[in-house]
């Protein structure tokens, strides 16, 4: 069965440009979860949604980062303007109705903002 | 602010040997997994406790619960060099087991 699949792998992108992270879940799972994780803060959780639902926002840094899951099978993150501050590696996870507390990663996104 | 603390930190070591590496809170969480993540992918699942003072073995891998459930501990075996990475402990928050809490990671080198 394909993971969670991530794209791009690798983006390095100007201070200020727009940049758009995108997930596709694994098959039938209904909670899907953005994280990002850097050396300093380690893991933190941004947002997740519930059956295409956002559920808890409060991770999110600030106005400048939005995401969307309009179907159960697609989600996206934007940076709208990115900041040098924003580089990190995000991760989009997704958990399964009858995976108890079990959550399946991406491979994750590097984001570079220079 | 619930906060679970990852010791050591960095762990180089020689294969062979043994080590033990903890997850510390003074929260009580209602389950808590380590995690295992290698360099350019993402953190995999290798166990989840649940019972207080509970043990799993996973190979070589030995995890404990604590009794009060506030804390973990993960011991390797006679570590070998595919043991290298980042070891991560998450706690599910007892009100909410849908956000996980994360500990900052002991990174593990294990040279040959």
């Known amino acids: 069965d394909a993971g969670v699949i991530q794209s791009p792998r690798h983006e390095v992108t100007e201070m200020g440009q727009e940049v758009t992270l995108r997930c596709k879940p694994i098959s039938g799972h209904d909670y899907l979860f953005w994280y990002r994780q850097t050396m300093m803060r380690g893991l933190e959780l941004l947002i997740y949604f519930n059956n295409n639902v956002p559920i808890d926002d409060s991770g999110m840094p600030e106005d400048r980062f939005s995401a969307k899951m309009p179907n159960a099978s697609f989600s996206t993150l934007k940076i709208q303007p990115s900041e040098p501050r924003d580089s990190a590696v995000y991760f989009c996870?997704?958990?399964?109705?009858?995976?108890?507390?079990?959550?399946?990663f991406g491979e994750g996104s590097w984001l570079t903002v220079v | 602010t619930q906060l679970l603390e990852q010791s050591p930190q960095f762990l180089s070591i020689q294969e062979g040997e043994n080590l033990t590496v903890y997850c510390n809170s003074s929260?009580?969480?209602?389950?808590l997994q380590w995690y295992r993540q290698e360099p350019g992918e993402g953190p995999v699942l290798l166990v989840t406790?649940?019972?207080g003072g509970e043990v799993k073995k996973l190979k070589r891998l030995t995890f404990q619960f604590g009794d009060a459930r506030k804390d973990s501990s993960l011991h390797i075996t006679a570590a070998q060099p595919g043991d290298t990475g980042l070891y991560l402990c998450?706690?599910?928050?007892?009100?909410?087991?849908?956000?996980?809490?994360w500990g900052l990671g002991t990174s593990l080198a294990v040279n040959p």
């Open positions: 998450a706690g599910a928050d007892a009100g909410n087991n849908r956000k996980l809490i």
């Open positions: 929260s009580v969480f209602s389950s």
């Open positions: 406790v649940v019972t």
């Open positions: 996870a997704s958990r399964g109705p009858y995976s108890g507390n079990t959550i399946y």
